[in-house]
């Protein structure tokens, strides 16, 4: 069996078919489809029969409700596949995604830990406005060599944690027992699975081909929603993990402390420091950062720079107040040559909104 494809369901019958169809348009690799419904109030289990009744390759495991988590690791622990894959069943893929990053895995001499590809993101999703956006890494990927390591690409790690746009070999995920987090509904737990596969890879592959397409900003969806505080406690579980693993890389530490600035800033943003439970999380998230880093990261607004020494009360460095200006001016750039003007335009309130929070 070359793949199996886990696909965690949980009340999702207005979207269910199109993935379950999508995923099933692969017919030169032999794969399975584990459809793992958690305990669905809805029809999304009637779904998932219609389509094990006519495709060989879907199977069903019905089971309560335990979250995201606990549903892939089943998926895991049940698939016989080579490489392991995951879609969540709001989103779609492509014709031949796996049938295309089966073989482009397979061109390499060694097997890869994990084949990473980009993504579609799709703005404003089932409505007029709806706009297919490449993903924010797409084009920064630029290791010297294939396969590689984080440490050649660490840009991996520092957007959006898209554990589904990836194949893992079975035998890698086994190896160092790598799997999610088991808590109810969907607790943010692909933050740390994202670093726990990367991190340990030894070999890598990456193409900017885009085939998994993400609803973005769903309304309903778990990612929907102020989800400051879990968003800080997975960013202190990934700091774990590479703590854990001895990782000290200044790319590696730069890009993570990018994310959990981001999700400091946001939290901030949201009056959060207000709250006093929160006040401490979130600055306990930023003393584990480098200090040195923050100083040098173009990202960063200067007040945003300021507000963190003064909140961790570490010795404030030097830096540019100009590298952010210039930073906004390579975002839109990117934005502009890579996903078009309309999204362009769109982020600039995105960044700018940021300065004070970020």
């Known amino acids: 069996m070359d793949v199996s494809v886990i696909i965690p369901i949980y009340n999702v019958e207005e979207y269910l078919d199109q993935c379950l169809t999508s995923v099933e348009q692969n017919d030169v690799v032999s794969m399975e489809i584990i459809c793992v419904n958690d305990g669905s109030t809805d029809g999304s289990l009637a779904i998932m029969r219609e389509h094990e009744a006519r495709d060989s390759r879907v199977r069903v495991i019905d089971k309560e409700n335990q979250g995201y988590g606990a549903s892939v690791n089943r998926g895991i622990a049940e698939s016989t596949g080579e490489y392991v894959a995951i879609v969540e069943p709001d989103d779609f893929v492509k014709p031949h995604m796996y049938d295309w990053l089966i073989a482009f895995a397979r061109s390499f001499d060694e097997k890869a830990d994990v084949v990473k590809s980009a993504y579609w993101r799709i703005q404003d999703p ?4 709806e706009l297919f956006c490449r993903n924010t890494f797409y084009k920064r990927i630029r290791p010297k060599k294939q396969p590689f390591t984080l440490k050649d690409a660490p840009e991996l790690i520092q957007y959006h944690p898209s554990i589904w746009t990836a194949l893992y070999l079975r035998s890698f995920l086994d190896e160092f027992g790598i799997r999610l987090v088991e808590c109810p509904g969907a607790g943010w737990v692909d933050n740390p699975f994202m670093i726990d596969t990367l991190a340990r890879a030894r070999r890598i592959v990456y193409t900017d081909d885009c085939f998994y397409c993400y609803r973005d900003r769903r309304p309903g969806a778990s990612t929907f ?16 993990i590479l703590d854990d693993l001895g990782e000290h890389d200044k790319g590696v530490e730069a890009a993570l402390d990018r994310m959990g600035m981001r999700h400091c800033g946001l939290a901030i943003g949201r009056g959060h420091l207000e709250d006093q439970h929160m006040r401490v999380l979130i600055i306990s998230t930023m003393r584990r950062m480098d200090p040195d880093i923050i100083a040098g990261m173009d990202c960063l607004s200067a007040s945003a720079k300021k507000r963190y020494f003064k909140l961790t009360g570490y010795d404030e460095r030097p830096f540019s107040s100009g590298a952010y200006y210039l930073y906004l001016i390579r975002e839109f750039l990117y934005t502009l040559h890579t996903m078009g003007f309309r999204y362009a335009l769109s982020r600039i309130g995105v960044l700018k909104g940021r300065k004070g929070s970020a």
């Open 126 to 129: 089932d409505t007029p406005n």
């Open 225 to 240: 929603g102020d989800k400051s505080e879990i968003a800080l406690i997975r960013w202190n579980d990934m700091r774990d």
